[in-house]
Structure formats: C-alpha cells, structure tokens
C-alpha cells in the first residue's frame, strides 16, 4: 500500500432550504477541503412549492375556487404537502386529507410517488450538477471517491438517492447516520475543517461519519 489510507469523501449535503456539495481528502485524521458547490436556492421547500402549486390546481379544477390567496388554506395545505413529501419517500402513495380547507370545502386527495418525481424531476436531476463541478474543482474523476455522504433531511428521497447513486454507478451510498442528525455532524465538521481544527473528535466524527466499517 504506496498510499497511507487516504479517502476522498463527497459530502451531499440537501436540506430544507440550501444544497451543498463538498470533497474533501482525509489522511491521517486531517482533512483537506478539495472544493465546494451548491446551490443555495434549493432544498425541500422547493419540493414542497410543487406539490402546493398541484393541489391548488386541482382545488380549482375541483371546486372552481382559487385557494392561492388564502394565508390560512395555504398553511394548511403546506402542512400536509410536508407530510405526503415525507411519507412519499417510504410508501408509492401519499393521502391528504383537509378538513374545511376552504369556505367549508374538504380537501381529501392523493399523490403517487411516481407523480411528485415527474413534478421534481428537473429540480432532482439539477443536485448532479453541483457534484460534477465539485469534481471538476477536485479535479477528480468520480472513480476516485471513496465515500458518498448523504446529509440533510431531502436525501431521503429515493429518487434523489438513485440518481446520485446511477451517477456513482450503482455504489453503495453512507446513509449509516440519521440524515437530521447528519446536519449537526457536518455543520460542526465544516466549521472546525474552516477554522482549522486538527482536534481528536473532529477526526473521530468524520471518520466515523464516512469510513465504513
């Protein structure tokens, strides 16, 4: 072994309102930061923003009324978008169900998963796009990286796991660590990577986080 251990990690980092891509090198318990992207107009409120928009157009389609300037009925609405988004990445099918949405009317529909990835699908396919460029900063081929990180709550969608996956070649992918979780861990890795903290927990953490065991 000519290389004393050195990985290359990415770090796919998709939460509720910003997306970032980070490669970094760890040898020895020292990470070195190879490049960043993202996108900081992207997250799960996007995926939320499609499926409100679908269902106001459906009530309309429904009921002839237009919910859209409603503060209340959109609260409401996006309530339960949340909750179908969340329970579409476990289960093919999602219910929502409103009661008195809006001048009395109940709102009892449904969405299929296939039905909210067409409604995502550009935004899904747009999280491989910072990952190119990473490597391309990395100047690494995707080859090259030993770990994929998945971090934030939106990368438990599966289509965004497959593409990511399809794009490392049907790789396994390090989902050991509870996404939510996952946000405080790499808040607190890329903090002390910036600062330059060498410290034992921040080189535990990491490794723990990327290396599988």
């Known amino acids: 072994k000519g290389k004393s251990r050195e990985r290359n990690v990415l770090i796919f980092d998709l939460g509720g309102g910003t997306f970032d891509v980070s490669i970094l090198t760890i040898e020895d318990g020292i990470f070195e930061v190879k490049a960043t992207a993202g996108d900081t107009h992207l997250g799960g409120e996007d995926f939320d923003n499609r499926l409100v928009s679908h269902f106001v157009e459906e009530f309309k389609r429904k009921h ?3 919910i859209s300037q409603n503060k209340r009925a959109l609260r409401r609405l996006r309530t339960a978008c949340e909750r179908a988004k969340r329970t579409l990445s476990s289960s093919s099918q999602a219910s929502i169900e409103i009661d008195s949405l809006f001048e009395g009317i109940d709102f009892y529909t449904s969405i299929t998963r296939a039905r909210f990835e067409e409604m995502c699908s550009d935004l899904f396919r747009g999280t491989l796009e910072p990952v190119e460029k990473s490597l391309r900063d990395a ?14 709550g939106s ?21 050991s660590i509870n996404p939510d979780e996952a946000v405080a861990y790499g808040a607190a890795i890329q903090a002390a990577i910036l600062s330059g903290d060498k410290s034992e927990n921040v080189q535990d953490l990491l490794l723990l986080d990327v290396a599988p065991l």
Request: proline share 3%; net charge positive.
């Open 155 to 175: 990368t438990r969608i599966p289509k965004v796991q497959k593409l990511l996956q399809d794009f490392f070649n049907g790789r396994e992918l390090n989902k």
């Open 139 to 152: 100047k690494m081929d995707k080859a090259q990286i030993h770990d994929v990180v998945l971090v934030g």
């Open 64 to 66: 002839k009324k237009d």
